[in-house]
């Protein structure tokens, strides 16, 4: 015990479970920065202020915080500190004024080419951040929008159908993207040892008090460090969204991480429909469209699978979608 | 084999410390050698001028088939290379040792000394006898580089010596002053130990939770230039009232601020054991860390132990932890309970079975 703190030993026998606590944490920052309780810009100021002072290569991927360090840097100073005691002072003034003139005249050239280097990198910096504000898959304004949109619940039927498919499976089975842990609970249930991965923490907290196991990361981070082989069953649901270069990369790591002999389930709505079935703001600000099952079928046959069966499901209430069956060969 | 003929089972240490936890774990090292029997000194390239009857040359470190090196490694040093040539036994101690690119951009010549260090560990490892590790983390790295044998004996730390004094006056003024919550870090003042995402969070703290809060970052400079960044951080937020940088303190003033603090919040990106977590556990004082290398191993159930750390996510950590009784009772139930595993008779008697078990003697 502290000398400071309050008694704790009264506080009540009860347990708390750790995760359900952690991801209540995430989903308490989620909702009061939402609210804007939270100071928005202080984390970024935090960050900025503490590059003023930390060498470039420390200032991550902010390019602009790189460039307002090699901005401050590029102005060469050739007037250097010369105190000192006798008779390192006098020698050192003496150096100074006999070199000032040379030191100078390269500084001059030197200070020019950075001038010049890091106007051109701005400029570039600009044109970046323009190319990404036009482009879906790379705005972050549109990713954390779509990240505080919670996605639609699967229909019973649908976790039941796909439940089905992967009932008996030997081996740990991956729900990726599970989202609040609809299908994950389902498949729980229907005895498969199945687990989750979701990014989005603040969908975690009752899952993860459900006893439910999630690992906080997104499908492609999640599957891209597993050893080949390693699953006997892999959902990816909720990735109709992702810009198509990335739905193609998930059935690579798919590929991968799939055993053979194991099972692969696509859930995806048709496309057709997809746009009255997620909420208003996904539909305008995705960065991808949802593939038909024929283009699953097509990626998936091409990358080891073959596929076995194409279900009609729903994937919200009143949207048609599919559920493409595939196995790894 | 009767005690008279035992071998002799030296250390080494690259840079003996005497007040950092390697440097504890040496001495407590050699008395249980000793105890078995063993004739044991320990050897360094450079220890403080005071330690000089008890720490001895490396140049004189013994040599032959009977003469067992348990070398401490933790960085790069010219005798790993010195002791990867000789035919004496060697048992290499790891206590990790951190990525080079962590320092990198901050002090490129203790990069280049890791790099070395890594490079040296990987060469040991052809002819050591047992890699000992400090924690499952670090037996995995041993594994990695292809040591034989290892096996996971935890750094030996006498806590109850440890909190045995308390250095009042600090006590009394860090109370004296105390206006808010008190937070604290513990560990040498290092890019690796990410201070500054503690700054950062702690900055956040004050504006969103409590604007009386202070933060004392306890440890000597490991990088100058880091430490230089974070005091002029500190004072460009207009922290100067709220942060103290305290330096190298004895251990009855560390027990202060333990005492004094509130929380103990570990952002460190690299940590192969992380002392200061058992410390903080001995002194019921709730914790909050990223979930970094060996720290959710060490920390288990004792602590929050959170997967990012952003800094309003740490700010919101510790106020949850502060705020409620019932966690924080569980945490300090459960930090007992941990702090069970690293009882020093418990960690004396697996270390000593994994040396008597190298040298092929009964413990």
Known sequence: MTDSQPAVDDAADRHVDLDVVIAEIYDAVAQRRASGELPADLEAELDAEFANYAPSA??????????????????IDVDPPTAGRFPAGPVKKSVRKLTYWYMQYVANQVTAFGSATVRAL???DRRVAAVEQATPGASRSIASTLETIDPVPLPDGTAEAIAEQLRGTKGRVLCAECGSGDLLRHLTQAGV??????????LLAQALRDGLEIRPE????????????????????????????????????????????????????????WAASVPVVVADLAPGRPLHPETWASVLSARGFEVTAVLDVAVAPEAPGYAVIARRH | MPRAERPSVHQVVPTFASRDAIGNHTRIAQRLLRAMGFTSHIYSASAPRRLRFQIRDVRSL??????????????????????????????????????????EAWEPRIARELDEGRRQLARLGRTAALGLADSAYNQAE???????????????????????????????????????????????????????????????????????????????????????ALLET????????????????????????????????????????????????????????????????????????????????????????????????????????????????HTSAIFTAAIADAVGVVA
């Not at chain 2, 070398?71 to 990525?99: F, K, M, W």
């Not at chain 2, 004094?165 to 105390?178: C, E, I, P, Q, S």
């Open chain 1, 58 to 75: 420390v200032s991550g991927d902010s390019l602009s915080g790189v460039l307002g360090q090699a901005d401050k840097a590029v102005s």
């Open chain 1, 122 to 124: 701005r400029m570039l």
């Open chain 1, 193 to 202: 040892d199945a687990y989750g991965a979701e990014p989005r923490r603040r």
């Open chain 1, 218 to 273: 997104g499908a492609a981070e999640h599957l891209a460090a597993m050893v080949p082989g390693a699953l006997a069953g892999l959902v990816l649901t909720g990735i109709d969204i992702k810009p198509t270069g990335a739905q193609m990369q998930l059935a690579e790591l798919a590929s991968r991480a799939v055993a053979i002999g194991g099972c692969l389930v696509v859930l995806g709505v048709q496309p057709e429909a």
């Open chain 2, 62 to 103: 013994p040599s032959g088939p009977d003469a067992w090196t348990i070398y401490q490694c933790s960085t790069g040093a010219p005798i790993a290379d010195v002791l990867a040539e000789r035919d004496s036994p060697v048992i290499v101690d790891y206590h990790n040792i951190t990525p080079a690119r962590l320092f």
């Open chain 2, 142 to 228: 041993l594994d990695q580089f292809g040591y034989r044998a290892t096996a996971v004996a935890p750094v030996l730390v006498d806590l109850d010596a440890f909190a045995r004094d308390v250095d009042r006056r600090t006590l009394d003024a860090l109370l004296r002053g105390k206006k808010g919550s008190e937070w604290l870090f513990v560990g040498r003042i290092a890019p690796n130990k990410c201070q500054h995402d503690v700054l950062h969070a702690f900055a956040y703290y004050r504006r969103a939770y409590d604007p009386n809060a202070t933060l004392s970052l306890v440890g000597g400079p490991a990088s100058v230039r880091y430490q230089r």
């Open chain 2, 234 to 345: 500190v004072a460009a937020l207009g922290l100067g009232d709220a942060v103290r940088l305290t330096g190298s303190i004895s251990d009855a003033a560390l027990t202060a601020h333990y005492r004094a603090a509130d929380v103990l919040v570990c952002l460190s990106e690299h940590e192969g054991f992380c002392v200061p977590l058992l410390e903080a556990m001995h002194h019921r004082l709730p914790i909050v860390a990223f979930a970094a290398a060996a720290v959710p191993e060490i920390l288990a159930d004792a602590g929050l132990c959170l997967p990012k750390k952003s800094p309003a996510a740490v700010a919101e950590a510790v106020a949850v932890v502060l705020s409620d009784d019932t966690l924080r009772a569980q945490l300090a139930r459960s930090a007992e309970a941990r702090l069970g595993d690293f009882d020093l008779v």
